[in-house]
Each structure stands twice: as C-alpha cells, then as structure tokens.
C-alpha cells in the first residue's frame, strides 16, 4: 500500500539521513540547506538536543522501500521573542540561517506538505504555533504550505515584510549584460567604482571549496574581528559558542563539498570574504567580512560584483540567495532580482495567534522607535550590509 508517513526524531539520528537528504534537494521543489543534516547537527552546539525536533515524511510504494520527501527541522522555544508562548521555530538557528521552509520532493510536494501539517496538527505534545521569521513569501514552496494550511484548517500570519536580492540568471547572461539588467540607472556609477578599485592595485578574486575552504575560515573571522563587529563584542570569533558553530558547520558542509569561501584580495591583502553553502545547485550567502579601512573601495559590493563575475564565466547557480534580512538595503548589493520575504507565524488548526504574534508585533516596533530616535540623534546604525 503506497502512501507517506511522518517521523519524528532527534538530531542524532537524523545525522545519518545525510545521502537521503542530499537526494531529496535533488528532487527539491526548492532545496534548502538549513534543513539539511550537517545544519542541523551543527545546530546542537547551540540548541539543546531535547528542544531540536526533526519530521521526516516518507513515501513508500512497496513495503521495502521507503524514499525520504520531506524534511522540517524545528526548535521548541519558549521566551519573551515568544511572548512565553511555546513555539516551534524554524530554521533551528534564524540568526544565521537565512530559511524557514520545508523541503519537499516535487513530486510529491502537495502530499508531504499536508503530511507535515498534520502531524503537527495531530500531535499532542507539540507546540500549536510555528514561528517562521525567514519565510519566502512566493514561489512554488510557500504556495505548497499555503496549500497545507487550508487543509488543515491553519492560519499564516505575516508581522513583517521585505524584499530579499537573490541572483537568478537567464540564458545567455554574461557579466555585462546581467550588470546591466540587474543594476538599471546605477550601472554607470556602480561599474566606474569598481573600475577605480582595479586601477588603484592588483585584484584578485579566489574561490575556496571543501577543505581549502575550511582553512580560508581562520581568516574570515580574523577580518570579521577587525571591525566594528569586534569592537563591538558581536564578532563571531568574540563568541566562543558561535566561533565552534561556525567551524563544525564549515567541516560538515565541506565534506559534502558544499562550502565555499570567496576571497577578494586588493595587492594580496584581503579586501573582503564572503561565507557560502550550497544544495542542489542553489547558493546561500551566510556571511560577510571586509576591511572596513577600505570603505573607499565600497569592498562588500566590489565582492559581489566579482563574484557574480566569476558565477557569470562557467555554470552560474540556479539560485544565489543573499540572505539579507529586513535591517539590510536591498540597493546595496549588485544581485537584481528580488524575492519577498516575511517574518511568519502559523497557527496550527486554528485561526488566530495571541501571545506569540504580540511578541512579534512588539519586537517589530520597538526597533522602528530604536531607528527613528537614532536617526533623529544623528547616530548611525552600526553597518548591516556590504
């Protein structure tokens, strides 16, 4: 009897579904790393054990073969970002994971996002609100749980909306005509700025994967450090449980060869590093690192604009998603399409939020008043972007 059935297990056990995993971003309907097992296992150093909980959906047309289509990774919370309500959140650490959606296979996308809900609706022990603070709010992904949601009578809140840059190449796109497409008015501007920057010395432009990649962190967090990050204590390498996150997420993502680290160098001194992992042809941007005494360089964007070069010169990913949250100005970067994203919640079997969606609303204004009374004391925000 053919049909799909949902687990539920823990972080260690989920750590051996890594193959399982790797062919379902595969057969995506839209792959994401964050739910991934090296992701979720990297996770633990940060989250208790207890409070990670894994579904994974399972089709099966014959009693000895099962194939994995879909995965959630979930972590239990219950604090004041909550409103003490109890919540699922997903991605187990949206500080420096840039999606909340399920992966599902495309082939039985419908099917595994019901699956899921109703797990979730029929589970007794289990939190009846999702918290979703990096949910695309487009594409075939959200409109499969959107999907989900109706049928198991759920109700998606959005608190917050913003436009992500993501990088989506067409056929025949060469560097200049992407430039000139994604970059409209500002192409002018933006390329004799980067002109400039190769007129003043040597750029170089270095790609890192697997293992060369691994060792290319010790220098990212050096940079990182030698910023405002590090005065200001913030700095991944200021913080020794984020500093052993980071490095046992770039060995489990390299030994999947799916690390990178872009390097771009002004007369062999590094100007600014960017932070990648990659599924199924799709590449997301965790971090970012520059040399802030070259701010004349505008080195976050030159960075951007030679990597998009180097994408544009062999086998461009069909997807680079910027990772950029809703503090970041889109205009700052050089990747052209925009993707809408929202900071969600969803109300499982029911049609209203309280505590958690109060929270959520709150946390949202205050940071406006937080702006606008910087802005009126003419103190600027500490930089959030490249």
């Not at 799909?4 to 971003?25: M, T």
């Not at 296979?105 to 797990?119: I, N, P």
């Not at 293992?211 to 020794?240: H, M, N, R, Y």
């Amino acid at each position: 009897m053919s049909g799909i059935v949902v687990r539920r297990i823990g972080p260690a056990a989920y750590a051996a579904l890594g193959p399982a995993f790797a062919e379902l971003a595969r057969h995506a309907l839209e792959p994401n790393p964050h739910m991934a097992p090296a992701a979720v296992s990297a996770a633990t150093l940060l989250a208790e054990e207890d409070d990670i909980v894994v579904l994974c959906a399972w089709y099966s047309e014959a009693l000895d073969f099962e194939q994995l289509v879909g995965v959630w990774a979930f972590r239990r919370e219950r604090d004041w970002r909550s409103g003490f309500a109890a919540v699922l959140v997903a991605p187990v650490l949206p500080l420096y994971e840039v999606s909340s959606l399920p992966v599902v296979d495309r082939d039985h996308a419908l099917e595994a996002s019901r699956a899921l809900m109703r797990y979730l609706l029929a589970s007794g022990d289990l939190p009846r609100t999702l918290a979703l603070p990096l949910l695309p709010l487009e594409g075939p992904g959200h409109a499969a749980l959107a999907e989900a949601c109706r049928t198991t009578g759920s109700v998606i809140a959005t608190c917050e909306r913003w436009a992500r840059p993501v990088m989506i190449a067409q056929p025949g796109d060469d560097p200049e005509r992407y430039l000139r497409r994604a970059l409209g008015s500002a192409y002018k501007k933006r390329m004799q700025q980067f002109r400039a920057v190769i007129k003043s010395g040597a750029l170089t432009f270095r790609r890192s994967r697997g293992q060369a990649a691994v060792e290319a962190l010790d220098s990212f967090l050096t940079l990182e450090a030698a910023g405002w990050k590090g005065k200001a204590g913030t700095a991944i390498a200021c913080i020794p449980e984020d500093t052993a996150y980071f490095r046992r997420l770039a060995a489990l993502f390299a030994a999947e060869d799916c690390l990178l680290v872009d390097t771009l160098l002004l007369d062999g001194k590094t100007l600014a590093m960017g932070l990648l992992i990659e599924s199924a042809g799709r590449r997301h941007f965790l971090k970012i690192a520059y040399d802030e005494t070259q701010g004349r360089h505008s080195p976050g964007r030159t960075l951007t604009v030679a990597m998009l070069r180097a994408d544009l010169a062999g086998t461009p990913p069909e997807c680079l998603d910027s990772g950029a949250g809703d503090g970041v100005d889109a205009g700052t970067y050089v990747w052209g399409e925009r993707r809408e994203m929202g900071n969600a919640l969803i109300g499982i079997g029911r049609s209203r939020i309280g505590l958690a969606r109060a929270a959520a609303l709150s946390r949202m204004w205050l940071r406006r008043l937080r702006e606008a009374v910087r802005a009126r004391s003419g103190r600027a925000s500490p930089p959030k972007h490249p």
